[in-house]
């Protein structure tokens, strides 16, 4: 039947309405994981840009030659937002390939969810995320696209973490953001570069690119997956003033 498995995943959103978060520093789940010394940026607009004016600078095309995004791939889409990504990544991996649009925005994965109906995306599911945790399957994916929504990850330590596990054997995760300070939605490469080090990925590839409106950087999961406590955090004295480049 055509987009039953994203029946399935929207029919979750009443579940996770009845989850409530208790009060505390960190979210639930995250307690032995280090907090970020940085600031977090607000949530934004689900949609980063207009769809036709990403795709006259060829956005989505960049991305996905500079992954090397195949027919056949299984790739995540997190953060998904209204499904710019998703529904190009659709195209770009055929039918024998797959897609899983993640969110933790309840209202736009239903709209993603609209348009997946809409369009027949046979091989794309959705499944919404937590703030730490994008809950995707273990040993499932060749690419992770994180697209201009890591700046607005609160517990980064315990996200990249859980995202680990959902990696295939040279599988990467794909991060697009801006250089500028958080508070103006964005993230220093080398704050990034850090983060990901300290949860055992290794960067593969950075690129400035102007049809994507910032840079890409490609990274690689290495060695075994640190224990939550011996984390050590990235220490940005000027994380408060500026996007820590150093």
Not at 2 to 25: H, M, N
Request: with cysteine.
């Amino acid at each position: 039947m055509v987009g039953l498995r994203s029946l399935i995943a929207l029919a979750a959103f009443a579940l996770l309405a009845a989850c409530q978060q208790p009060d505390g520093d960190n979210a639930p789940g995250t307690q032995e994981f280090p907090k970020a010394d940085r600031p977090v940026s607000a949530g934004g607009a689900t949609a980063f840009s207009n769809e036709e004016a990403r795709d006259r600078r060829q956005e989505a095309e960049t991305v996905m030659d500079l992954a090397g995004i195949e027919p056949g791939m299984s790739v995540a889409d997190v953060g998904a937002g209204e499904g710019y990504y998703t529904v190009r990544l659709a195209a770009r991996v055929g039918e024998t390939g797959r897609v899983l649009a993640s969110d933790i925005n309840e209202d736009a994965l239903r709209r993603l969810g609209s348009r997946v109906e809409r369009d027949r995306l046979d091989n794309v599911s959705i499944k919404p995320g937590l703030p730490d945790d994008p809950r995707l399957p273990e040993n499932s994916f060749d690419r992770i696209l994180l697209v201009h929504m890591y700046h607005e990850v609160e517990e980064p330590y315990a996200f990249l973490w859980h995202l680990r596990p959902s990696l295939r054997e040279k599988g990467h995760v794909v991060v697009v953001d801006v250089d500028r300070p958080i508070g103006e939605h964005g993230i220093g490469p080398q704050l990034l570069f850090c983060e990901f080090a300290r949860v055992g990925y290794r960067l593969t590839e950075f690129v400035r690119k102007p049809e994507i409106a910032g840079y890409y950087a490609e990274f690689e999961a290495v060695g075994e997956r640190p224990e939550p406590g011996a984390i050590e955090p990235c220490v940005q004295a000027d994380a408060k003033d500026s996007s820590a480049t150093g």
